[in-house]
C-alpha cells in the first residue's frame, strides 16, 4: 500500500504536467492562428488599397494624355497643372514622360504611407494586346496607346505593379492592369437622324454609365470643317449600345466624328463613313 502512493502521485503529476503542457499548446497555436488571421486582413486591406490607387492613377494619366491631345486648351483646367512637368499639347511623347514621373511619384508616396508595413513596390509599363477591342493588331508596349479617327478607337494605358509588405510577411504580389475606353459607330444607321454606338470600358467590359457620368458629342464634315451637331436624345439599349437621335438628318456618305469621355475623363475619338440605311 505505502509502495502504490509514491507512484500514483508520479502518474498524478506526469497526467497535470501534459495537461498543462496541451493547454499551452492549444493557447500558443490559437495565438498563431489569430496572428495569421490578422496579418492576412492587414495584408490583403493594404494590398486592395494599394492596386486600387494605382489603377486610379493610370487613368489620371490616360486622361491627362487624351485631353492633352484632343484639345488642350479646352480642358485646360485639368492639363495646365501639368505644364510645369514638360506636358505638351498634342504631344504624346511628352505625356508619356509625364506619366512615368507621375508614377514613379506615385511609387515613392506609397512607401511612405506603408511604411509600418514594410512595403516594396515597383512598377513598369507591360506589353498588353487589344487586338480584339479594335478589330484589328493593336499592342500597348509603351505605357499609353492612343489609336483614334477609325470606325473602332481606342485609348489605352497598361503597366504591371509589383508589391511585398514584408511586416507582415506577404511577397511576390504582381498585378496587370489595363485601363482604357474602345468606342465603335455602327456605320449603318436605322434613320436619317439615328447613330448608334458602342462603349466598352477597360479590357471589355459593356459600359453602360455613358448617359449618367459621362458624355458624347457628334460633328459632322462639311466643306472640309468639323461642324458639331446637337444631340436631341441618348438611349442605352444594352450591351454597351446607345442610340443617339440628332438634331437633324446625316446623308448616306457623311462622314461623322464622335467624341466620348466616361466618368474618369478618359477621351476617344472614332471617325466613319455612314452609308446603308442613312
Same mark, same amino acid.
Given at each position: 500500500m505505502l509502495g502504490e502512493r509514491p507512484g500514483q502521485m508520479?502518474?498524478?503529476?506526469?497526467?497535470?504536467?501534459?495537461?498543462?503542457v496541451m493547454s499551452l499548446l492549444v493557447a500558443a497555436y490559437q495565438a498563431h492562428a489569430l496572428f495569421l488571421r490578422t496579418r492576412s486582413v492587414v495584408a490583403r486591406e493594404a494590398v486592395g488599397a494599394i492596386t486600387a490607387d494605382f489603377?486610379?492613377?493610370?487613368?489620371?494619366?490616360?486622361?491627362?494624355a487624351t485631353r492633352s491631345y484632343y484639345d488642350s486648351a479646352r480642358f485646360s483646367d485639368f492639363t495646365s497643372r501639368f505644364e510645369s512637368y514638360g506636358l505638351k499639347p498634342r504631344n504624346l511623347d511628352s505625356a508619356k514622360r509625364v506619366a512615368f514621373r507621375y508614377l514613379n511619384a506615385w511609387a515613392n508616396l506609397q512607401?511612405?504611407?506603408?511604411?509600418?508595413?514594410?512595403?516594396q513596390i515597383s512598377w513598369r509599363p507591360c506589353v498588353s494586346?487589344?487586338?480584339?477591342?479594335?478589330?484589328r493588331p493593336a499592342y500597348v508596349?509603351?505605357?499609353?496607346?492612343?489609336? =483614334?479617327?477609325?470606325?473602332?478607337?481606342?485609348?489605352?494605358?497598361?503597366a504591371r505593379l509589383q508589391l511585398n509588405l514584408t511586416n507582415v510577411g506577404f511577397y511576390h504580389w504582381v498585378s496587370t492592369s489595363l485601363?482604357?475606353?474602345?468606342?465603335?459607330?455602327?456605320?449603318?444607321?436605322?434613320g436619317e437622324d439615328t447613330l448608334r454606338i458602342r462603349v466598352l470600358a477597360d479590357n471589355g467590359?459593356?459600359?453602360?454609365?455613358?448617359?449618367?457620368?459621362? =458624355?458624347?458629342?457628334?460633328?459632322?464634315?462639311?466643306?472640309?470643317? =468639323?461642324?458639331?451637331?446637337?444631340?436631341k436624345d441618348?438611349?442605352?439599349?444594352?450591351?454597351?449600345?446607345?442610340?443617339l437621335r440628332l438634331e437633324e438628318d446625316v446623308k448616306d456618305g457623311s462622314r461623322v466624328l464622335v467624341v466620348i469621355s466616361d466618368e474618369r475623363g478618359i477621351l476617344v475619338l472614332g471617325q466613319a463613313t455612314l452609308r446603308g440605311g442613312c
Open positions: 508520479l502518474v498524478a503529476a506526469v497526467l497535470v504536467m501534459g495537461l498543462l489603377n486610379r492613377a493610370l487613368a489620371t494619366m490616360l486622361t491627362l512607401r511612405i504611407v506603408y511604411a509600418e508595413h514594410g512595403v494586346d487589344v487586338s480584339q477591342l479594335l478589330g508596349f509603351d505605357l499609353i496607346l492612343i489609336d =483614334w479617327n477609325r470606325t473602332t478607337s481606342g485609348s489605352y494605358v497598361c485601363i482604357g475606353l474602345t468606342l465603335s459607330i455602327d456605320q449603318s444607321c436605322s467590359t459593356y459600359y453602360g454609365l455613358l448617359l449618367a457620368k459621362g =458624355w458624347v458629342e457628334v460633328y459632322l464634315l462639311d466643306r472640309r470643317n =468639323w461642324r458639331r451637331i446637337p444631340i441618348v438611349t442605352y439599349e444594352g450591351f454597351g449600345i446607345y442610340r
